[in-house]
């Protein structure tokens, strides 16, 4: 199944540098998502958006910049971050922007680990 | 505020053993829609089953089946005759509609199939 890919599969950074997450839904959705599961917390839902636009900050920290520059793409740019980062950053993409009725499809995740 | 509880943190089984998950959900929403989802070892979430707040049908798919039941506020989710396939982390969520297309998860229920 290759319907949301994710790259890179696993990623090391030390907290002054700069990376991004990628993420591509080939579903023709028009809602994407970016999730982080850690190891000790349920899985916490972090950006939403709907047709392009960003419609939920889950109170993310600034350090997370996402980036969606259209329905199938959808970016996270990760800069100085903390070992407490570190975790499994899963991207989901759904039909019907906005409602709740659609499940999500979800893609491998980016295995992130902050040195 | 919605909330997923999955009590079972983990659960081991013998091969053929039947085995149930439990969810319990809360919202002040009359319209919602409750979802299982399965992530094997690999990372990705895998979609099982979505019910909606007016179905209280309770449904059966191969070996999988589900008994929602609001006056508790449950949604559970039984594999019948499990495999060791069927070893994985498998996650409860609910949206609301008033919420759109947020959902929350339940911490998850390690199963474990021994064989």
């Known amino acids: 199944e290759t319907g949301v890919t994710q790259t890179p599969r696993h990623l090391v950074m030390g907290m002054t540098n700069k990376k991004s997450l990628k993420c591509e839904q080939h579903?023709?959705?028009?809602?994407m998502y970016w999730y982080k599961q850690s190891a000790k917390k349920p899985l916490e839902l972090m950006f939403v958006?709907?047709?392009?636009?960003?419609?939920e900050n889950n109170s993310v920290p600034s350090r997370f910049s996402p980036e969606c520059p259209n329905s199938s793409h959808l970016f996270l740019h990760l800069h100085t971050l903390q070992p407490e980062d570190s975790a499994l950053y899963l991207c989901?993409?759904?039909?019907?922007?906005?409602?709740?009725?659609?499940?999500?499809?979800f893609g491998p995740g980016t295995r992130l680990t902050v040195t | 505020a919605q909330k997923v509880t999955q009590a079972q943190t983990e659960i081991s089984v013998v091969e053929k053993e039947d085995v149930t998950l439990d969810c319990v959900y809360e919202?002040?929403?009359?319209?919602?829609?409750l979802f299982w989802y399965k992530q094997p070892p690999s990372g990705e979430l895998v979609f099982l089953i979505r019910?909606?707040?007016?179905?209280?049908q309770n449904e059966i798919s191969g070996r999988y089946s589900w008994n929602f039941q609001k006056s508790t506020s449950s949604f559970n989710f039984t594999i019948t005759a499990s495999q060791v396939v069927d070893s994985a982390v498998y996650f409860c969520?609910?949206?609301?509609?008033?919420?759109?297309?947020?959902?929350?998860f339940g911490a998850g229920t390690i199963l474990r199939v021994k064989s």
């Open positions: 989901a993409s759904s039909q019907g922007a906005g409602q709740a009725y659609n499940e999500q499809y």
């Open positions: 579903l023709g959705h028009n809602a």
């Open positions: 958006y709907n047709f392009k636009e960003q419609t």
């Open positions: 919202t002040r929403d009359t319209t919602y829609y």
């Open positions: 019910r909606n707040s007016f179905d209280e």
């Open positions: 969520a609910l949206s609301e509609a008033m919420n759109g297309n947020k959902l929350v």
